[in-house]
Each structure stands twice: as structure tokens, then as C-alpha cells.
């Protein structure tokens, strides 16, 4: 059974880094089928992808064009993890962050985090 | 980018009764990527449908989906009072790689 344990600051100031990370279990971040994908969720924007990473013979990602000069995401295949840091962040940012894992090679979001709601404010 | 619209916003419907809920596509979609998720208040979005046809794991058999090209359509046959929920249709392969439809939200009365 494969689980998505995220952790991280619940506030973030505006104009800061905002940083996330996911651990995973039962699974690898150097999945063969898998992608590692980061997902928002607030009442403005719906559901909204921001990104993912996969590992093959060597580490890809992918980013959403709307957020693509802000956001980093990073696989740490030495503690099966992998991080979200999202840049210069406004109120506009605020939102409950998701890690999730993709299957069937990226195509359908099988497993999800808990959750992280964070707040943009000062 | 494709758009995704779902309709309708909201449907009240009765335990038993059968709940038919659409996703329009800006664009076709190919079958094999699209997806269906239900979401309780407070939880992540969990994965019914993948593929436009084929139940997730643990997913009773109440719940389908069908649909090709730009329609496709989540029914729930008999409704139960936990059925009650967001359902978001999803596709993949289209930048940005991963969009979500606004969701219908079902209430049973």
C-alpha cells in the first residue's frame, strides 16, 4: 500500500519560498511506471497541477507554464522523497497542497497526500 | 490547453435514484486519459475511473463511466447517502500535462 506522508510550514510571508515535502512509502521514487507530482486545490483556481517528477535512468520534470519561473520540484532518492519549493509566493498561492502519485506513466493520480493547507500572509 | 466543463454544478437527488454527471472536453481526449475522482470535505480527491471505463480498486460496481472524444459521463446507479460528494473529471496529455474539470457536487437529500 503505497503512502504520501507531507510535511511542512502551514504559513508562508508573502514574497518567500514556500516548501513542501513528501515522503513516500510503500513505493519509489525511482518508479520505473510512477510519476511524483505536486497539486493544489483552492476555491479561485479548482484543482490545479503544478508539476511532477520521475525518475528513470536519470531524474525529469515537468511544471506547469503558470508557475513554471517559481517552482521547483526535486526527487531525494537517498530518503525516498521528494520536495516542492514554490517561489516569490503571493496570497494568491494560498491553497491545500497535495503530493500525489501518478501510474499507468503519469496518466492517472492514484495515490494523494494528506493535504497541506498553507496560508499566504504576513 | 483543454478545458474541461462539467455539468451540473450541482444535482439533489434521492438515495436509490441514478445520478448521471458530464465532462465536456475543449478538445479530444483520448479514453485512456480520462479519469474520474470523488472528494469528501476535508479529504483528498480519490480515484473511481480511470480510462473513461474502468473502476479503481474497491470502487462498487454502481459507479461507471463511458464516453469518447470531448463527452464523457460518470453515472452512479443507485445512489447511498455516502455518495454524497465533489466528483472531478481529470484528463492527461495536453499542456499543461494534468487538468481538472470544476467538479459536480451531488447531494443526497
Known amino acids: 500500500q503505497v503512502q504520501l506522508q507531507q510535511s511542512g510550514p502551514g504559513l508562508v510571508k508573502p514574497s518567500q519560498s514556500l516548501s513542501l515535502t513528501c515522503a513516500i512509502s510503500g513505493d519509489s521514487v525511482s518508479s520505473n511506471s510512477a510519476t511524483w507530482n505536486w497539486i493544489r486545490q483552492s476555491p479561485s483556481r479548482g484543482l490545479e497541477w503544478l508539476g511532477r517528477?520521475?525518475?528513470?535512468?536519470?531524474?525529469?520534470?515537468d511544471y506547469a507554464v503558470s508557475v513554471k519561473s517559481r517552482i521547483t520540484i526535486n526527487p531525494d532518492t537517498s530518503k525516498n522523497q521528494f520536495s516542492l519549493q514554490l517561489s516569490s509566493v503571493t496570497p494568491e498561492d494560498t491553497a491545500v497542497y497535495y503530493c500525489?502519485?501518478?501510474?499507468?506513466?503519469?496518466?492517472?493520480?492514484?495515490?494523494w497526500g494528506q493535504g497541506t493547507l498553507v496560508t499566504v500572509s504576513s | 490547453e483543454i478545458v474541461l466543463t462539467q455539468s451540473p454544478g450541482t444535482l439533489s437527488l434521492s438515495p436509490g435514484e441514478r445520478a448521471t454527471l458530464s465532462c465536456r472536453a475543449s478538445q479530444s481526449v483520448s479514453s485512456n486519459y480520462l479519469t474520474w475522482y470523488q472528494q469528501k470535505p476535508g479529504q483528498a480527491p480519490r480515484l473511481l475511473i480511470y480510462g473513461a471505463s474502468s473502476r479503481a480498486t474497491g470502487i462498487p460496481d454502481r459507479f461507471s463511466g463511458s464516453g469518447s472524444g470531448t463527452d464523457f459521463t460518470l453515472t452512479i446507479s443507485r445512489l447511498e447517502p455516502e455518495d454524497s460528494a465533489v466528483y472531478y473529471c481529470q484528463q492527461y496529455g495536453s499542456s499543461p500535462l494534468i487538468t481538472f474539470g470544476p467538479g459536480t457536487k451531488v447531494d443526497i437529500k
Open positions: 517528477t520521475y525518475c528513470r535512468s536519470k531524474c525529469y520534470n
Open positions: 500525489a502519485r501518478a501510474s499507468d506513466w503519469g496518466r492517472v493520480v492514484d495515490y
